[in-house]
Each structure stands twice: as C-alpha cells, then as structure tokens.
C-alpha cells in the first residue's frame, strides 16, 4: 500500500475520519449505557430515601418540584428534599436530606459530588450523628459552619464543600416550609413532571 503523501488536505481527511469513528463509536456506547445508568440513578435514590428517613419500606408520593430547583418526596415516614449547590469546591454538590414531621433532619446522603476525594467528600459521613459535624435531629434553615460563626463543625480543610453542603441542607428546609405554608395558606404550586 501507498503512503500517503504529507499534505494538508490528506491530514484533514484522515482526522476527519477518526473523529467521526470515534464519535460513532462513542455515541453506540452512550445509547447502550444511558438506560442502565438511569436506572442505577433511580435506584440509589429510592435506597436514598429510605436511609435518610431510617425506614425498610416506604410509600413515595410523586415528587414535587419547587422553584429554586429542589424535589420534595412526600413518604409515610415524613419527607426527603433533594437539592443541589453549585458551588463547592469541586463543583456542584447534590444532598437528599430528610426531615419528620417536626422538621427536624432525620438523615441526609450525598447523592453527587465532585469533592476532593479525602477532603471534601468525607461530607457524607461528617456530618453524621455521632460525627464531628453531626446535623441529626437539628433544625435545619440557618444552619452555618463554626469558622462563619455557627455551630457547625466544618469538615477539616474543606470549609467551602462544608458550607456548600449546610446550604444544601438549608434550601432543602426552605422548600420543605415554602411547600407547607404553600399547603396551609391554598397557595397554588406548579409541578414539574
């Protein structure tokens, strides 16, 4: 076979081709692998749930989604609000938090995070009952880190993921009482299937 002389034309020609392979190639396995992950996806938040409301079986009523982006999981064991804060340390942070009927937390997981692996993502267990940080049976909506004058425990260098994650915590409560002042007063809410 013929080596192909070194010109300009030929060099587009031929990384024309290998892009367009390899993006075929990429876009057959995404098409293979988007269904398994979304399943993946929804299966790690009903097992979610029930560990942030600490219960085996659960009734979860279609969830809610508020304006400020939180989705509330109305369940027969009180509720879990999942919100996102896109700025921590290595980006967006999803927290799923769960609350009683008092609107004390329950539980939290985090369900996305780009944190510092060793840092940054000790968040889901810092925060922990029994942990340095613990959250559990806290009321949530001003919770704030010690170093910003609350008393909250930051996870040892990471303030920013720790603040990151409280106001996780703290949006998940202000939609929990937005959606029950919304119920009390008849106020109408719009919700995003």
């Known amino acids: 076979?013929?080596?192909?002389?070194?010109?300009?034309?030929?060099?587009?020609?031929?990384?024309?081709?290998?892009?367009?392979?390899?993006?075929?190639?990429?876009?057959?396995v995404n098409s293979i692998t988007a269904?398994?992950?979304?399943?993946?996806?929804?299966q790690q938040l009903?097992?979610?749930?029930?560990?942030?409301?600490?219960?085996?079986?659960?009734?979860?009523?279609?969830?809610q989604t508020r304006d400020n982006g939180a989705v509330i999981y109305y369940t027969d064991k009180g509720t879990a609000v999942q919100t996102t804060d896109p700025n921590g340390f290595g980006g967006k942070l999803t927290v799923l938090?769960?609350?009683?009927?008092?609107?004390?937390?329950?539980?939290y997981r985090?369900?996305?995070?780009?944190?510092?692996?060793?840092?940054?993502?000790?968040a889901g267990e810092w925060f922990q009952k029994g942990q340095k940080g613990d959250i559990i049976g806290k009321q949530a909506g001003n919770l704030t880190v010690s170093k910003d004058g609350g008393e909250?425990?930051?996870?040892t260098a990471s303030t920013i993921t720790s603040r990151a994650f409280l106001r996780c915590v703290n949006a998940a409560y202000a939609?929990?009482?937005?959606?029950?002042?919304?119920?009390?007063?008849?106020?109408?809410?719009?919700?995003?299937?």
């Open 1 to 28: 076979m013929k080596k192909l002389e070194s010109t300009l034309p030929n060099m587009v020609i031929v990384l024309t081709l290998i892009a367009v392979v390899a993006g075929l190639a990429l876009g057959y």
């Open 35 to 42: 269904g398994p992950i979304e399943e993946i996806k929804k």
């Open 46 to 63: 009903a097992d979610g749930i029930k560990a942030v409301l600490n219960a085996d079986e659960l009734q979860v009523a279609e969830p």
């Open 97 to 107: 938090v769960g609350f009683n009927e008092e609107g004390l937390i329950q539980g």
């Open 110 to 122: 985090v369900l996305e995070t780009a944190e510092t692996p060793g840092l940054g993502a000790k």
């Open 152 to 155: 909250v425990d930051a996870i």
């Open 175 to 193: 939609a929990l009482s937005e959606a029950k002042t919304d119920a009390q007063t008849g106020a109408t809410t719009q919700i995003d299937n």
